[in-house]
């Protein structure tokens, strides 16, 4: 079975990038993506109303990193501290040999590449880093954008699961998409970058 150790933060950079670990200094940034009904549209979990419940999602992101049950990163350009969105791995599954991606950005910052260039480096990193040999992303079905950016960096439809989950009154669908280690580095192969 997988063992995960988050210490030292790996912090991450890509071409434009750097992912780093999230502070109580990202207070503000946090709030204006948890708070934000647009952002959260597709993800089935209460918006933060205040900064403390801002700060309680950030003790909430560390407390699974110093536990190793699970890590994100802030997503920031190179050169500029301010926190863009969050990305990571939740529900891992040592076990399984698997983990969950997920992300979350702010609405001025879609449509420039910024998620698909952070989900490619972190495959990698999921793969090679943590020796995973499958990476799902849970997705709502209407969140055509996030499952554009799965498909592109070579995602699969696995499967699609019918009211699976209650949430506010109502059952929700979720759709599953997932990335074998195998077909990842059959990807690389055949093109420079898989996304």
Not at 98 to 125: C, D, Q, S, W
């Amino acid at each position: 079975m997988l063992e995960f150790n988050f210490t030292p933060f790996p912090e991450i950079e890509t071409e434009r990038l750097l992912l780093r670990r999230i502070t109580k200094e990202d207070v503000n940034e946090v709030f204006e993506l948890r708070s934000n009904p647009e952002t959260m549209k597709y993800i089935p979990r209460p918006l933060v109303k205040n900064a403390d419940d801002a700060l309680e999602h950030i003790a909430m992101i560390e407390d699974k990193i110093v536990t190793n049950i699970g890590i994100n990163w802030g997503i920031t350009l190179k050169g500029n501290p301010r926190l863009l969105g969050i990305i990571g791995y939740y529900r891992m599954q040592p076990e399984n040999y698997r983990a969950e991606i997920g992300y979350i950005l702010l609405p001025e910052f879609h449509g420039k590449g910024i998620i698909p260039e952070a989900v490619n480096r972190l495959i990698t990193y999921g793969f090679k880093d943590l020796k995973l040999h499958s990476i799902e992303a849970v997705i709502d079905p209407e969140n055509y954008a996030s499952e554009k950016v799965l498909q592109k960096c070579g995602f699969v439809k696995e499967a699609h699961l019918k009211e699976n989950e209650f949430y506010e009154g109502r059952f929700l669908d979720s759709v599953i998409y997932s990335l074998l280690e195998s077909k990842q580095s059959t990807q690389i192969i055949q093109k420079k970058h898989p996304c």
